[in-house]
């Protein structure tokens, strides 16, 4: 059973076009992560939320804990926005949980 | 923020032999985190590294095989013993300042590792 289900797995859009990821969760949380992981594996945060909105550049994320369902937006998508993006849930009082990842390749 | 550095950045090893991962970060953090990501998957949860102490090992990790060191705030060591090919992983560390939720966790740049 996979407690984050994240859509889709694969992507692939033209530079400018908004890009939307989702993220569905199982379990009751704390709060919600996205990361960016790049080709080479590392990875950088980007968003730590428990409610509502953040915004951060062409970034956004946005989550409705009672629909347990988080997305990610990238507007004005550019090639270098290429890589994996990985949602992961904190339980309460329990160790972090993450999705498969969703891979975006944005054509120049 | 942290800054994470790990090291090597890739290597490729053969069957039976060890390879030890270190992890810098730029300042004292209370814990330390190994994390596997093997083709395709998600994250999991190797162990917790305590400072001063044994490391905490998940389900289906053993000490034996992945021996953790941690001799300060700032630094961790993860060892993958007697490697086979199916232990080809990004192995990447983790840090957080403190344990609650609104601790945020923070990556390191990941040792992409191929058992030959």
């Known amino acids: 059973k996979n407690e984050v289900e994240q859509s889709p797995q694969n992507l692939t859009a033209q530079e400018g076009e908004f890009i939307t990821i989702n993220c569905s969760y199982s379990?009751?949380?704390?709060?919600l992560h996205w990361l960016q992981q790049h080709p080479g594996g590392g990875i950088v945060s980007l968003f730590m939320?428990?409610?509502g909105k953040k915004k951060h550049g062409r970034l956004i994320a946005t989550i409705n804990i009672q629909e347990k369902h988080s997305s990610l937006h990238i507007t004005a998508s550019h090639p270098r926005d290429s890589a994996v993006y990985i949602c992961?849930?904190?339980?309460?009082?329990?160790?972090?949980?993450f999705g498969k990842g969703t891979r975006l390749h944005i054509l120049p | 923020s942290a800054v994470i550095s790990q090291k090597p950045s890739r290597d490729i090893c053969q069957r039976g032999t060890s390879l030890t991962i270190q992890c810098q970060v730029d300042?004292?953090?209370?814990?330390m985190f190994w994390y596997r990501q093997q083709p395709g998957q998600s994250l999991t949860l190797i162990a917790t590294?305590?400072?001063?102490?044994?490391?905490?090992?998940e389900s289906g990790f053993v000490i034996d095989k992945f021996p953790i060191s941690r001799p300060n705030l700032t630094f961790s060591t993860l060892t993958v013993s007697n490697m086979s090919p199916e232990d080809s992983s990004i192995y990447l560390c983790?840090?957080?300042?403190?344990?609650?939720?609104?601790?945020?966790?923070?990556f390191g740049p990941g040792t992409r590792l191929t058992v030959l």
């Open positions: 983790s840090v957080a300042r403190g344990n609650t939720p609104a601790d945020e966790q923070f």
């Open positions: 379990v009751g949380i704390s709060a």
């Open positions: 939320l428990s409610s």
């Open positions: 992961a849930v904190r339980p309460r009082d329990d160790k972090i949980i």
């Open positions: 300042s004292q953090v209370t814990m």
């Open positions: 590294a305590n400072q001063g102490s044994e490391a905490t090992y």
